[in-house]
Structure formats: structure tokens, C-alpha cells
């Protein structure tokens, strides 16, 4: 159980266009998902916090006009990455945590990651 | 920001335990420490988490000192594929994960 997935794995856009990745929690509701962004031997960044039917709470220097979330649904978040540069190349990941309350113990499930190279 | 130090690198034998350290000296009383691995190229895996007690699992034991200001993750048979980043979190009251830089295991045939 607790399978988080991501699409596309893998994405190649030009720079000025905008690209779009989705996340979704197969197999439990998830009321909060996580954005990361990973550069080449770097740890995780956390970019922001997404709330079902609420707005996204951002991390500080993460730009929101730049980076747009949208967390619809219980299974599914999305990420825009808009007018992208090659700047924004990097390893993007989502996480999803289970449950609707609020615990100490709610564990997150990581998906598998989209590598996004902008040329 | 991170609130957990680890060493940059590790080795370990195949088939030896790898015990892997992690200091969070200013840990709050109810905090969890979470520990995940990450294989070149993927997401991080869930291992364990703890908050007071030792805890163990089919992957890995978690043992947390008396003052809760380190612990330590144990894989008790280290294989191959044991071979990752493995990154141990505290989880802030924002239920927030800060990744530091985490430790790299090499397990040595």
C-alpha cells in the first residue's frame, strides 16, 4: 500500500514553454501533498506544501507565480512549472501523507520523481 | 532548515550490520525522527521512524538514545542494493520534511 505515482517520469520542453506534472496517491487519500526539487548531487528541497481545496503554501524564495499547484482532488496534485528556463532543469518529486488529521506520526510516501531537463 | 547532522559517507561489508548515525541535539519532545533512503535517481524510500522507544521493522531497527538527541539506523544484514542516501529527518510541528545532506552507504561486496 501507500503507492504514490507521478507523470511523466521524464520531460524535455523548450525554454519559455510551460510543463505540467501531475501526482496522485493510488491506494490512500491524501489531504496534503509536498513538492521537492532535487539538483544533481543535492538533497531535497521542499518547494511547497499543498492542501486539498486550499492554496498552496510556498517555501521561502520559491517564486508561486512560477511554480503553480494545484491540489484538486484527495489523489491528485499537479505542478506547472511556467515559461520554464534551463534554470528549472532538475529532479522534481512529490509526497503524499495519509490521513486527514493532522498526527505526529503520519508518515509521507514519496513518488517516484520527474526529471525535467529545459533546453 | 535540516535539523539533523550525518556523516557525509559510509562503507560497510555485504552480509555485515551498517549502522548509520544521525545527531539532532535540538529535537523538541514531540518530535519524530524519520529516517528514508534514496537510490540514484528515485524517490526516497520510507525505512522507520521513532519518537522514545526503539523500533524495528522488516527493513531496518532504530535505536534513539535516552536523551532522544541522536539515534541510530541499523541494517542488520547489509546487501547490495542496500546501497543509497539515506537521509534521517526530523519532522518539524509543521509536519514539514527538511532533508539535510544525508549519508551515502557504499556496500562493498
Known amino acids: 500500500g501507500a503507492v504514490v505515482s507521478q507523470h511523466p517520469s521524464r520531460v524535455i520542453c523548450k525554454s519559455g514553454t510551460s510543463v505540467k506534472i501531475e501526482c496522485r496517491s493510488l491506494?490512500?487519500?491524501?489531504?496534503?501533498m509536498f513538492w521537492y526539487r532535487q539538483f544533481p548531487k543535492q538533497s531535497l528541497m521542499l518547494m511547497a506544501t499543498?492542501?486539498?481545496?486550499?492554496?498552496?503554501?510556498?517555501e521561502q524564495g520559491v517564486e508561486k507565480d512560477k511554480f503553480l499547484i494545484n491540489h484538486a482532488s484527495l489523489t491528485l496534485s499537479t505542478l506547472t512549472v511556467t515559461s520554464a528556463h534551463p534554470e528549472d532543469s532538475s529532479f522534481y518529486i512529490c509526497?503524499?501523507?495519509?490521513?486527514?488529521?493532522?498526527?505526529?506520526?503520519?508518515?509521507?510516501?514519496f513518488g517516484p520523481g520527474t526529471r525535467l531537463t529545459v533546453l | 532548515d535540516a535539523k539533523t547532522t550525518q556523516p557525509p559517507s559510509m562503507d560497510c561489508a555485504e552480509g555485515r550490520a551498517a549502522n548509520l548515525p544521525c545527531n539532532h541535539s535540538?529535537?523538541?519532545?514531540?518530535?519524530?525522527v524519520y529516517w528514508y533512503r534514496q537510490i540514484h535517481s528515485q524517490g526516497p524510500q520510507y525505512i522507520i521512524h521513532?519518537?522514545?522507544n526503539n523500533e524495528t521493522n522488516e527493513m531496518a531497527s532504530l535505536i534513539i538514545t535516552e536523551d532522544r538527541k541522536s539515534s541510530t539506523l541499523i541494517l542488520p544484514h547489509a546487501t547490495l542494493r542496500d546501497t543509497a542516501v539515506y537521509y534521517c529527518?526530523?519532522?518539524?510541528?509543521?509536519?514539514?520534511?527538511?532533508f539535510g545532506t544525508g549519508t551515502s552507504l557504499t556496500v562493498i561486496p
Open positions: 499543498s492542501n486539498e481545496g486550499s492554496k498552496a503554501t510556498y
Open positions: 529527518i526530523v519532522r518539524d510541528t509543521g509536519n514539514q520534511f527538511y
Open positions: 491506494d490512500f487519500q491524501a489531504t496534503t
Open positions: 509526497s503524499a501523507r495519509e490521513g486527514g488529521a493532522v498526527g505526529p506520526t503520519d508518515t509521507q510516501y
Open positions: 535540538t529535537i523538541s519532545g514531540n518530535e519524530y
Open positions: 521513532g519518537l522514545k
